[in-house]
């Protein structure tokens, strides 16, 4: 995504020069779902807070941003392997702002943006609350059954991506 604004950029200073040597092209169009993008991407300033469980991680996510965009939500994955109840060991997320189609009401909107996402995904991190329907039900017993060891089994997995 931030590649994207920096090639939109220098498109623009290319299009602004009158195009390339031997172009005749003078128009540059940018798709309504890039403009968004370049727009979101510029006011997304989130860091996640060092609390709870995951305190001192730092934790690397994949969003693929679809054509349909803002229209349908964007795919995220987590690439940090986690012992999470509602991040699967395969990288899969389980939050219902994600969802096309929810029956909470809470699933993805067009009025949604990457922030909420963003927001989406630090609430995993800090409010391990809920877990009704984990997508890691494993680490949702091990929580349930022994909070000190899940902490101790969080903070090894931490500890072996900060090397």
Request: a negative charge; hydrophobic letters at 35%.
């Amino acid at each position: 995504m931030l590649t994207l604004a920096s090639k939109l950029k220098r498109e623009e200073g290319v299009t602004a020069r009158g195009g390339p040597a031997g172009s005749n092209d003078t128009s540059h169009r940018v798709s309504i779902r890039d403009r968004l993008l370049i727009k979101e991407v510029s006011e997304l300033e989130a860091n996640l807070p060092n609390e709870g469980y995951y305190q001192g991680g730092k934790f690397q996510f994949e969003i693929e941003v679809p054509e349909a965009y803002n229209m349908v939500p964007p795919k995220v994955k987590c690439l940090t392997r986690i012992w999470h109840p509602n991040i699967a060991e395969t990288g899969e997320i389980c939050l219902s702002l994600l969802r096309e189609h929810s029956i909470d009401g809470t699933g993805w909107a067009p009025t949604r943006t990457l922030k909420d996402v963003v927001w989406g995904l630090n609430s995993l991190f800090t409010d391990l609350l809920n877990f009704d329907d984990p997508l890691n039900i494993d680490a949702a017993e091990h929580h349930l059954r022994d909070k000190d060891d899940f902490r101790s089994k969080v903070q090894d997995f931490i500890r072996s991506y900060a090397r």
